[in-house]
Structures are given as C-alpha cells and as structure tokens.
C-alpha cells in the first residue's frame, strides 16, 4: 500500500477528491493530512474522513527536521500539495526527490511565483487578457512554480469571463485530472 500525505492550507477541496479517488484502493490511501492553518476547511475534512492530521508551526517547518522525520515515518511515498501556501524548504525537497508534487490554477510559466495563488491568479488572467488558462501539475524544487512540468490542461478565456467564472473552469480541470495523475505517479 502506498502512502500518499496531503499539504493543504484551505477549504481542502482537491484534497477531498483525492480522498475519494483512493478511497476502496488496495494500491494507496491517503495517510496523512498536513494543514498550516489553525481552522481551515482541510482539518475538517481529515477529522471527518478519520484521517491523522498535523498542524505544522513555521518556525519548526522551515528550520528543522522535524517535519522530514514525520513523513518518513509515515512511510511516505508521495506529498501532494493541495492548495498549500508556503514554499517548501529544501531540506524537505531533499528528502522527497520527485515525490513532492504540486497543482497550481494556470497554464506556468504564466502566472506562477511567490503571491500567485487562489484568486490573484484568476484575477491576473482576465485582467492580462488571456483567452486560455488552466492547470498545471508539476513536480516541487526549491523555487515557487518551477519544477518539471507533468501536465497542462487547458480552458478557454473568453471576454465575458470574470476571476470567478474562470475559477469555476479552473477547479473543475483541477478535480478532474489532480487525483489521475496522482494515481498515475504513483503506480508507474
């Protein structure tokens, strides 16, 4: 069985369709939810869905092991950022080479980088102009946004389009293709 631990630091939606993908798997399961704020939707969903979950502090993450030793512990075999919203040290990217991998709402090296996260991306899309957008899956370095890409898929921009309504295209790529290609990671 493989062990898949979930970064998440919102509503934790894309962690619930991962959640659901494995749900009856004898391949993976989701082991562990990691959350970087006190309340957020995540915990809930780890609480009802009867997964372990750490709320991690940031001096603790950044500057020591702590964390590292955790997910070695778990026996993790991949860390799936789901909507977390700190870079990741690189003593953690060290210690998961190609198994830390993120999804972010647009088409990098567009829209990508520190402060590019959640709404200002959508916002950032329609107000440039695009007439696409998207996701992109990607493995995690030590920078924001740059890692190998692993899939791009795309939505079309149109005029009429607002930061929601392109967000709502966005999500609905995210949900469809995020638990996928997880899945197609870890069992290659």
């Known amino acids: 069985m493989k062990n898949i631990v979930i970064f998440a630091s919102g509503a934790g939606s894309n962690a619930q369709r991962i959640i659901d993908h494995f749900r009856n798997s004898d391949k993976a399961r989701v082991a562990l939810i990691v959350c970087n704020k006190p309340g957020a939707g995540i915990l809930d969903i780890a609480q009802r869905e009867g997964i372990p979950s750490v709320l991690i502090e940031k001096e603790k993450f950044f500057h020591t092991d702590t964390y590292v030793n955790l997910l070695k512990e778990k026996e993790t075999d991949l860390v799936v950022l789901a909507g977390f919203l700190w870079k990741v040290p690189t003593n953690l990217v060290q210690a998961f080479p190609n198994r830390i991998i993120n999804i972010h709402p647009a088409l990098l090296p567009k829209f990508g980088g520190k402060g590019m996260y959640g709404h200002f991306v959508h916002e950032a899309v329609v107000a440039a102009g695009e007439t696409e ?27 009429e389009d607002t930061p929601e309504t392109v967000a709502r295209k966005v999500q609905a790529l995210e949900h469809q293709w995020f638990p996928v290609i997880v899945e197609r990671i870890l069992l290659k």
């Open 133 to 159: 957008s998207g996701i992109t899956i990607h493995y995690v370095n030590e920078k924001y946004d740059d890692g190998e890409t692993i899939l791009q898929e795309r939505c079309i921009v149109t005029k």
